[in-house]
Nanobody, 125 residues
C-alpha cells in the first residue's frame, strides 16, 4: 500500500517553530518531487513549497519565503518542512504530496500522484 504520512503538526505560539515530516511507505521517494500544500478553513488549498527529486531545486510561496525551509533525506525516505517565525495566518492543515515527474510545483496540485492525510498546524497565543 502506497502511503504518505505527515507528522509534526501542533499548537504553537506566534513566532514559534515547527518541523513537519512527510514519510513514505510502500514506495521510495527518491524519484519523486514533494510538494507541501495547506488549506485553512473556508479557503482553497494553496501551495507552500516544493522540492525536486534530487533536492537541487526548491520553491516557496511568497508568504513563507525566508521563514520556511524544505529539505529531504532520501536515505530516510522522508521530506521535511521547517517552519520558523510562524504567524496566525499560517494556521491550516498541511499536506505533502508526491509528484512522479520529479520536478514539483506549487502553482498546481494536479500533477501530484499521492497525498498524505494532512497534519493540523495552529498558530495562536
Amino acid at each position: 500500500q502506497l502511503q504518505l504520512v505527515e507528522s509534526g503538526g501542533g499548537l504553537v505560539q506566534p513566532g514559534g517553530s515547527l518541523r513537519l515530516s512527510c514519510a513514505a511507505s510502500g514506495f521510495t521517494l527518491d524519484s519523486y518531487a514533494i510538494g507541501w500544500f495547506r488549506q485553512a478553513p473556508g479557503k482553497e488549498r494553496e501551495g507552500v513549497s516544493c522540492i525536486s527529486s534530487s533536492g537541487g531545486r526548491t520553491n516557496y510561496a511568497d508568504s513563507v519565503k525566508g521563514r520556511f525551509t524544505v529539505s529531504r533525506d532520501n536515505a530516510k525516505n522522508t521530506v521535511y518542512l521547517q517552519m520558523n517565525s510562524l504567524k496566525p495566518e499560517d494556521t491550516a492543515v498541511y499536506y505533502c504530496a508526491a509528484d512522479g515527474s520529479g520536478i514539483g510545483t506549487i502553482v498546481a496540485d494536479t500533477t501530484y500522484d499521492y497525498w498524505g492525510q494532512g497534519t493540523q498546524v495552529t498558530v495562536s497565543s
